[in-house]
């Protein structure tokens, strides 16, 4: 099936500092990726999606300027939290849309979890 | 708008039984998917299972079944001879076929107990 990485992690930063997340798609070109935001035993929320080549689209309330978002290639997207603080703290996911294979699907990341101290 | 309702929020079953997680979705389209989702413990997403909406057969991935209704917008997942591996969160998922975006239920908990 499809793999997804993510990396790191697990990160520990203090507060004001910035922090780049990594999501690369291993064995397939994926032209969107998503990012999500996940609270202790809560569903997904869905922070923006990332389009290879263009402009991230931010869902309502998402910040841009703070979740910077970058889909440099087929199978590398990144997000980076700029100038953190504790409330930012959360598990970050991301996934990629694949048209091979099991089309039209959507696979998960392992995850991110950033702790904002 | 897309809603994805799951109503219970916490389950469990005995393990070698059977168990049902509803999942019921409101939209005006006609050509969607609808995905299962496992989350354990772990927190990596792992897809169960997935349905195409013009298709009446419901879908099955070994011990995994579905029960898609479209008419009543239902869409449960049955686990048969449930396992102790099984133990995680299930999140109900729906996505416009001519669209990017994932709709997620709120999950439901499931423990198999030994």
């Known amino acids: 099936g499809a793999v997804v990485s993510q990396h790191p992690s697990r990160v520990i930063c203090k507060s004001g500092t910035s922090v780049k997340i990594e999501c690369r798609s291993l064995?397939?070109?994926?032209?969107?990726m998503f990012w999500y935001r996940q609270f202790p035993k809560k569903s997904l929320m869905l922070m923006a999606t990332s389009n290879e080549g263009s402009k991230a689209t931010y869902e309502q309330g998402v910040e841009k300027d703070k979740f910077l978002i970058n889909h440099a290639s087929l199978t590398l997207s990144t997000l980076t939290v700029t100038s953190a603080h504790p409330e930012d703290s959360s598990f970050y996911i991301c996934?990629?849309?694949?048209?091979?294979?099991?089309?039209?699907?959507?696979?998960f990341g392992p995850g991110t979890r950033l702790t904002v101290l | 708008a897309q809603t994805v309702t799951q109503s219970q929020p916490e389950m469990s079953v005995q393990e070698a039984e059977t168990v049902t997680l509803s999942c019921t979705y409101d939209t005006s389209e006609n050509n969607y998917y609808l995905f299962w989702y496992k989350q354990p413990p772990s927190r990596q997403m792992i897809l169960v299972i997935r349905q195409e909406a013009y298709k009446q057969q419901n879908a099955t991935e070994n011990r995994f079944s579905v029960n898609f209704q479209k008419a009543a917008k239902s869409f449960s997942l049955k686990i048969s001879d449930s396992q102790l591996g099984d133990t995680a969160m299930y999140f109900c998922?729906?996505?416009?076929?001519?669209?990017?975006?994932?709709?997620f239920g709120t999950g439901t908990s499931l423990t198999v107990i030994p």
């Open positions: 996934s990629a849309r694949t048209t091979a294979g099991v089309a039209d699907t959507q696979y």
């Open positions: 064995d397939f070109q994926a032209t969107t």
């Open positions: 998922a729906f996505m416009k076929r001519a669209g990017n975006q994932f709709y």
